[in-house]
T-cell receptor, first 114, second 112 residues
Framework: KAGVTQTPRYLIKTRGQQVTLSCSPISGHRSVSWYQQTPGQGLQFLFEYFSETQRNKGNFPGRFSGRQFSNSRSEMNVSTLELGDSALYLC?????????????FGPGTRLTVL | QKEVEQNSGPLSVPEGAIASLNCTYSDRGSQSFFWYRQYSGKSPELIMSIYSNGDKEDGRFTAQLNKASQYVSLLIRDSQPSDSATYLCAVIRGGGSYIPTFGRGTSLIVHP
């Protein structure tokens, strides 16, 4: 079974631009969660989608948004990029409830904001 | 103030020894606890989950949870150089809301 895939793997943007990241979960998984990982703050939860509905949201500004499609693929959008948005963005999928079901992480998208 | 605390390390242990990783959390309502392993340049992978007080063993790994003292630990027996990685502790409050809080991780180095 194929793992979680994320595209693109690397991205360079400038301040003020917007970016869209994509995540394809493991086949059959309905939950997709997004995380931001930085050396300073560590791994932080952004949001979780389940069956096209946002089920949980972390403490990030509204510039960070996401959505999930009927095939469970998910996208994350960051508008008006800031230098501090430079990070590794990880998505993780699980079969059901992310709180109890095992989450499988994708390889991540490395975003650099100049 | 960070809600999940881990010693950043590095924790250095000889091959074959027991590595002990600790994590404390501030939210007494926390119900679910996870240990992830993250190799350098790679994504985290779940190695243990624990939900009730006591010990939970899986192969060379043992997770220990003490809710009264608000700590969770991970023991790695017979440590191998391949165990060298950063170990992340994650805590979920539960109650219908899944928002995990991660510690910043402990770097473990197992030297031959």
């Amino acid at each position: 079974k194929a793992g979680v895939t994320q595209t693109p793997r690397y991205l360079i943007k400038t301040r003020g631009q917007q970016v869209t990241l994509s995540c394809s979960p493991i086949s059959g998984h309905r939950s997709v969660s997004w995380y931001q990982q930085t050396p300073g703050q560590g791994l932080q939860f952004l949001f979780e989608y389940f069956s096209e509905t946002q089920r949980n949201k972390g403490n990030f500004p509204g510039r960070f948004s996401g959505r999930q499609f009927s095939n469970s693929r998910s996208e994350m959008n960051v508008s008006t990029l800031e230098l501090g948005d430079s990070a590794l963005y990880l998505c993780a999928s699980s079969a059901g409830t992310a709180g109890t079901d095992t989450q499988y992480f994708g390889p991540g998208t490395r975003l650099t904001v100049l | 103030q960070k809600e999940v605390e881990q010693n950043s390390g590095p924790l250095s242990v000889p091959e074959g020894a027991i590595a002990s990783l600790n994590c404390t959390y501030s939210d007494r309502g926390s119900q679910s606890f996870f240990w992830y392993r993250q190799y350098s340049g790679k994504s985290p992978e779940l190695i243990m989950s624990i939900y009730s007080n006591g010990d939970k063993e899986d192969g060379r790994f043992t997770a220990q949870l003490n809710k009264a003292s608000q700590y969770v630990s991970l023991l790695i027996r017979d440590s191998q150089p391949s165990d060298s990685a950063t170990y992340l502790c994650a805590v979920i409050r539960g109650g219908g809301s899944y928002i995990p809080t991660f510690g910043r991780g402990t770097s473990l180095i197992v030297h031959p």
